[in-house]
């Protein structure tokens, strides 16, 4: 394991409601196994670039899909290895998204 998963820690329970059906705790259970290295993936590419997008992301990463990269943006900023600069940018329809950077 390396240093960027062993300070990331998926919770099924975070990515869940009660309310949800039976599928969706079945995907969070899935991704249990996958989400800290797709976690270290985005933050890696994160560090690469300096700073950018989920859209951005998603267009160096095709192995992930936008989707997933932006639960992984999410993941990583509650696990504070990463952080919004400030600015935005726009995705594919036009709207904005915010821009983070790696701590």
Avoid: N
């Avoid at 990515?15 to 259970?29: G, V």
């Avoid at 899909?65 to 952080?83: Q, V």
């Amino acid at each position: 394991m390396s240093a960027t998963q062993a300070c990331f820690t998926f919770r099924v329970k975070k990515h869940t409601h009660r309310q949800d059906p039976e599928t969706a705790w079945q995907a969070a259970i899935a991704a249990k196994d996958t989400a800290p290295d797709h976690a270290a993936q985005v933050l890696a590419c994160l560090r690469r670039k300096g700073q950018a997008t989920a859209t951005e992301l998603d267009a160096a990463m095709p192995d992930l899909d936008l989707y997933e990269i932006r639960r992984r943006l999410s993941d990583l900023k509650d696990a504070g290895r990463i952080e919004p600069t400030g600015k935005h940018g726009l995705t594919t329809k036009g709207r904005r998204e915010l821009e983070y950077a790696a701590r």
